[in-house]
């Protein structure tokens, strides 16, 4: 009997460590690779590791961005293409989303398809060479029992950076939802029309290098995080 409970510890124990392994050696893989590996599917048999689907149809990113003064702000959406949250022994590890580029919406009312196209065009986000952003967790620091503290590469036009920023959870409307709220300069991923650093910008026309970025992410009450 003693064998056979020492031959399940050790078994168990191999599982695990197995799941932080790969946890740890595939953390920095792209967003494209973050499908999460054959070795997965064994261990999600002992409910170690398992991946977690956004609904994209619920989950969104609002952005905000102005003029350098904040006398003439605009705002919008941008929607997901897909996405998931990884967990290990039910707690937040890591995901992995993709941002669909030609989905942008201005939601102000100012301006709305002229702004839009401007925002699709290569002095912005140039959409049709870079369709997609996208966001990777590479660190995860649970602060209490509804936030955590998230260090991430956000890649914008090719371009990917750092970022970091707090995320809360909650139940609502029958789902999961978690937010975080970040401001980024945007002159970081190549996006340098009229700012405030470009030489030649009229005063007046400055556009603030910030823009800012509200996520929501919405999951099956099910598969709660």
């Not at 590996?37 to 905000?64: C, G, H, P, R």
């Not at 293409?81 to 039910?90: A, T």
């Not at 970040?182 to 603030?208: A, L, N, P």
């Amino acid at each position: 009997m003693k064998k056979i409970i020492l031959l399940a510890t050790i078994i168990c124990f191999t599982v695990i460590t197995n799941a932080q392994e790969l946890i740890k050696t595939n953390i920095n893989k792209s967003a494209v690779e973050w499908t999460w590996y054959n070795l997965f599917e064994y261990n999600k048999d002992y409910n170690i590791v398992n991946t977690t689907k956004i609904d994209t149809n619920k989950s969104v990113v609002k952005w905000s961005g102005s003029n350098l003064f904040k006398y003439n702000k605009h705002y919008g959406t941008v929607k997901f293409v897909k996405g998931h949250i990884i967990k290990f022994n039910d707690v937040i590890q890591g995901g992995a989303f993709e941002i669909d580029m030609n989905s942008i919406v201005n939601t102000d009312g100012k301006y709305n398809e002229m702004l839009v196209d401007h925002l699709k065009n290569q002095d912005f986000f140039d959409v049709e060479k870079y369709p997609t952003a996208a966001i990777k967790f590479t660190e995860v620091v649970h602060k209490d029992a509804t936030t955590i503290k998230v260090k991430a590469k956000l890649t914008i036009k090719g371009v990917t950076n750092d970022i970091d920023f707090n995320m809360t959870s909650k139940v609502i409307d029958g789902m999961y939802e978690m937010h975080s709220k970040f401001i980024i300069d945007r002159t970081r991923w190549g996006i340098e029309y009229e700012s405030k650093g470009m030489i030649g910008s009229v005063k007046d026309g400055i556009i603030s290098d910030a823009i800012e970025f509200e996520v929501v992410l919405q999951l099956p009450i099910r598969d709660r995080c």
